[in-house]
C-alpha cells in the first residue's frame, strides 16, 4: 500500500479526531523563492492582491504524478485569474527527475522549489498531494487532499472571487512555526528518517530505498556499541501514525525510541534536505553530517570519530 493509500485508509478516524480548521496567523513566506527554471517569486508579495492556488507535490509521490495533467489543465484555465504554483517538497528531488515529469506531462505551470520546508512549514498536512486555495485577502479558505469536482467547484469560484466554501474535514491545517526546544549538552546525534522510504521507494528510488536501509544498520550499530549515547532519532510526520511507528521499531528490532517529527519541524530546524540523514552535535553545535550510505562502514567511523574528538 503507498503511503497515500495508507492515509486515506485514515481518512475517517482522522474526520472524527481532528478540530475545525482555523487560520492560527498570517501566512509567513520568505522574500523570494525560485522556481525550477530559477525564476524569482514572491510569495508573500502576492498575498492579499491575488487568489492563489498551492499545489504541494513529489515526484516520489505516484499519486502526485498522477495528478501533473490535471494540474497543467487546471493552470492553463485559471493562470489569468489565480497565482498558481505547483510547489515541490525539495526533498529527496533531483534535477533530473523533475525535468523528465516536466517533459513527461508538457508542464508550463511554474514549479516553485520549497526552502527549508518555509512554504509547506505553514500547513499541517500529512501528505501529498495537498492544495491550498488563498483568496484575495490572504486568508485559507480551502485546502484537500484530493483532484475531484469538489476542488474544481472552489477554484472557479476563487477565479470569479465568489465564496468558497469552508475547507473540509480531512484536510485540516494550522499554521505553524518550527520547534526550538533546548538541544542536548555535549555530544549527541540526530537522526532523521521515514518509516516508508525501504519499501515505498523500493521501486522508485531503489538507491534511496538502499540508503535508507543502510542507515538503519549505520544507527543500529552505533547505538549499540556507544554507551550512553545521546540519540534523537525522527521520522517524518509525512504519511506517518504512531502505528508504522511502532510496526517500523518492531519490524527492524531498533532498540531506541522513535519520535514522529510534527510537521517536520526538526527536520527544518537542522535545514536538512532528504532521508536519511543523520547529524553529529557538540552542544547544540553541528560537527558532522552524513547523507550517504553505500553499506559500508565508513559512515559508523565518521560519526564515531565526531563523537569521540570533540
Known sequence: MQPNQLFRSLLVTIFVLIAPWVQAKPLNFETEYQ?????????????????????????????????????????????????????????????????????????????????????????????????????NQGDVVYTTYTDDEQLADQLAKLASNSKTAATPADATVEISSVAKTSLPKGAAVMYFSATWCDWYMKDIHPELSSNCINALKIIDKLYRSTPKLQLSAYVTHLWTEQTDVNDYSKKFSLPYNVSVDKNNEQFRRFK???????????????????????????????????????
Not at 534535477?95 to 520549497?114: A, F
Not at 564515531?304 to 570533540?310: I, W
Open 272 to 310: 536538512a534536505t532528504g532521508y536519511p540523514t543523520v547529524i553529529v552535535l557538540k552542544d547544540g553545535n553541528e560537527i558532522a553530517r552524513i547523507t550517504e550510505f553505500d553499506g559500508s562502514e565508513k559512515p559508523l567511523q565518521v560519526i564515531k570519530a565526531a563523537l569521540a574528538t570533540h
Open 35 to 135: 522556481t525550477f527554471e530559477k525564476q524569482p517569486v514572491s510569495l508573500q508579495a502576492l498575498i492579499g492582491k491575488k487568489p492563489i492556488y498551492l499545489k504541494f507535490w513529489a515526484t516520489w509521490c505516484l499519486d502526485c504524478r498522477r495528478e501533473l495533467p490535471s494540474l497543467e489543465r487546471t493552470y492553463q484555465q485559471y493562470n489569468d485569474k489565480i497565482a498558481i504554483f505547483a510547489v515541490n517538497l525539495n526533498i529527496n528531488e533531483t534535477d533530473e527527475t523533475i525535468r523528465s515529469l516536466q517533459q513527461k506531462n508538457k508542464l508550463t505551470i511554474p514549479i516553485l522549489m520549497d526552502n527549508n520546508g518555509t512554504i509547506a512549514g505553514n500547513f499541517e498536512f500529512k501528505g501529498t498531494p495537498f492544495h491550498v486555495l488563498i483568496n
